[in-house]
């Protein structure tokens, strides 16, 4: 009897293990046709998207007045925008702006004067594809916002900014790979003196990081001005030292997660904003 036992605890343990395997497959596969079709939806709104971005003209040399790039300010921009989506978009710039000024510079709202700034450092954009920038969640956008009709609307247009920009950075990364070029450097980390002299650190968030990599000029600016200024313009220390192609595939998963979050909110009801 106990044999009969251990086989048949055997037995449901395995066809346990292989409902889970199949689920998990399942839910691979969801996951992946989620991308997918968030990525369609994304490629149809790459026009408005890459129209917006290469109008944007980058701070001029030397600076002489305050300069800022905000993934509200492209949304805000948009032919279909609700009245007043700009004022409904501000407190979206701790989540992607880029400020460039003859006073001060920063990133995502972290802005800091000239004067404290002590190097500005830059990374491989291949970089990009395994930092920390990824550390971005649709519900960090929900809470900046407050909760007004429209609100929906802007959220999944971020969302197709932010895809867009994805795949463009991806296309580079590939392209690199294959012709074995060696990676544009971005300017994305400000260093600077705190409040008590102790060094912090800025660094770029998504947005702010896939528009350096979308426009080289304005990281090059920006870089050009920390040199006239007598900043230190150096190389930060690796993430980790991993492939081109695993670049690549960590960037191609981590684009599907936050197409996935765009298909379902696409897919959902209307909310009551």
């Known amino acids: 009897m106990g044999d009969v036992r251990r086989a048949a605890g055997a037995g449901l343990d395995k066809a346990t293990?292989?409902?889970?395997e199949k689920a998990a497959s399942l839910d691979k596969e969801a996951l992946s046709a989620a991308g997918r079709g968030a990525v369609a939806t994304a490629r149809q709104a790459d026009d408005w998207v890459l129209n917006q971005l290469q109008a944007v003209r980058p701070p001029a040399l030397p600076l002489t007045e305050a300069w800022k790039l905000s993934i509200g300010g492209i949304?805000?921009?948009?032919?279909?925008?609700?009245?007043?989506?700009?004022?409904?978009?501000?407190?979206?710039?701790?989540?992607?702006?880029?400020a460039i000024g003859p006073d001060e510079i920063g990133f995502d709202g972290d802005t800091v004067e000239w004067g404290r700034v002590t190097e500005v450092r830059t990374r491989p954009l291949t970089d990009l594809a395994v930092g920390a920038v990824w550390d971005f969640a649709i519900d960090?956008?929900?809470?900046?916002?407050?909760?007004?009709?429209?609100?929906?609307?802007?959220?999944?247009?971020?969302?197709?900014?932010?895809?867009?920009?994805?795949?463009?950075?991806?296309?580079?990364i590939e392209a690199a790979a294959e012709d074995d070029d060696?990676?544009?450097?971005?300017?994305?980390?400000?260093?600077?003196?705190?409040?008590?002299?102790?060094?912090?650190?800025?660094?770029?968030?998504l947005f702010s990081a896939l528009a350096l990599c979308a426009l080289p000029q304005v990281?090059?600016?920006?870089?050009?001005?920390?040199?006239?200024?007598g900043v230190p313009v150096v190389a930060a220390e690796p993430y980790e030292h991993v492939s081109a192609n695993e670049r690549v595939l960590r960037m191609r998963r981590r684009r599907e997660v936050l197409a996935s979050q765009a298909h379902e909110l696409e897919s959902a009801a209307d909310e009551d904003d």
């Open 219 to 229: 990281g090059e600016t920006l870089a050009a001005a920390a040199g006239e200024r």
């Open 75 to 98: 949304v805000a921009a948009h032919p279909k925008a609700p009245r007043l989506t700009g004022r409904l978009l501000a407190p979206l710039d701790r989540l992607g702006a880029i």
């Open 182 to 205: 060696a990676p544009r450097l971005v300017a994305c980390e400000i260093v600077h003196r705190g409040r008590i002299q102790r060094n912090k650190q800025s660094t770029t968030g």
């Open 140 to 172: 960090d956008l929900r809470t900046r916002l407050p909760p007004v009709p429209g609100r929906k609307w802007a959220v999944t247009k971020i969302l197709q900014v932010l895809l867009a920009m994805t795949v463009d950075l991806e296309k580079q």
């Open 17 to 20: 293990n292989v409902g889970r």
